[in-house]
Each structure stands twice: as structure tokens, then as C-alpha cells.
Nanobody, 129 residues
């Protein structure tokens, strides 16, 4: 069965960096786009970054552009999110998600949760001094 397991969360101070990973299994990882979402209590889950199956054009939320980098290693079935210059407002539970297709030509489709069929359990990222 499909499994997505996030790791790498933790507590960091503002301005520091953190890297998240998502180990995928149970499907052909190289055939599907993947994304990172995040959620804080009381708010909707929001898209952070997305990457197509072939690591082509990536997509970022405006709030993380220039600070976060999404990448994938299809040989190791792993999705990554490098987060630099973290801010307190980045505090959230971060989830990796498997898209239903290899890529979305219309990039706004990456932000629609029904376009994903599997989610990880999430990893907490806390940015605080």
C-alpha cells in the first residue's frame, strides 16, 4: 500500500534552516507529482511547494519563494524540502502529498487538495526564539 513518511521536523530559531524529507513507497514514485503542504490549528491546509514527476517546473507559495526549495530523488523515492531563513509564521505541521498525475499544466491545480490521493502523517516544524 502507498505510504508517505515525513521526517526532519523540529524546533529552530528564526533565521535558521531545516530540511524535511518524505520517504515514499507502494507506488511508482517517478510517475507522480509531489507536493508539500502545511497546516496550523484552526486554518486550512495550504500548499507550500510542488514538483512534477520529472523535477521540471516547480511551484512555490508566495510566502516561501526564495527561502524554500523543493526537490526529489526518483532513484531513492524521496521528496525533500529545504527551508532557509525560517520565520515564526512558518510554524506548522508539514505534510507531503502524492498528486493524482505526473504534473499539472495549470499550476493552480497543485493547490487543490482533491488533486491529491495520499498524504503523510505530518511532521511538526516550530520556529521560535
Amino acid at each position: 500500500q502507498v505510504q508517505l513518511v515525513e521526517s526532519g521536523g523540529g524546533l529552530v530559531q528564526p533565521g535558521e534552516s531545516l530540511g524535511l524529507s518524505c520517504a515514499a513507497s507502494g507506488f511508482t514514485f517517478s510517475s507522480y507529482a509531489m507536493s508539500w503542504y502545511r497546516q496550523v490549528p484552526g486554518k486550512e491546509r495550504e500548499l507550500v511547494a510542488a514538483i512534477p514527476n520529472n523535477s521540471g517546473s516547480t511551484y512555490y507559495a508566495d510566502s516561501v519563494k526564495g527561502r524554500f526549495t523543493i526537490s526529489r530523488d526518483n532513484a531513492k523515492n524521496t521528496l525533500h524540502l529545504q527551508m532557509n531563513n525560517l520565520k515564526p509564521e512558518d510554524t506548522a505541521v508539514y505534510y507531503c502529498a502524492k498528486a493524482k498525475t505526473a504534473f499539472y499544466f495549470i499550476t493552480s491545480h497543485y493547490a487543490k487538495m482533491p488533486n491529491y490521493d495520499y498524504w503523510g502523517q505530518g511532521t511538526q516544524v516550530t520556529v521560535s526564539s
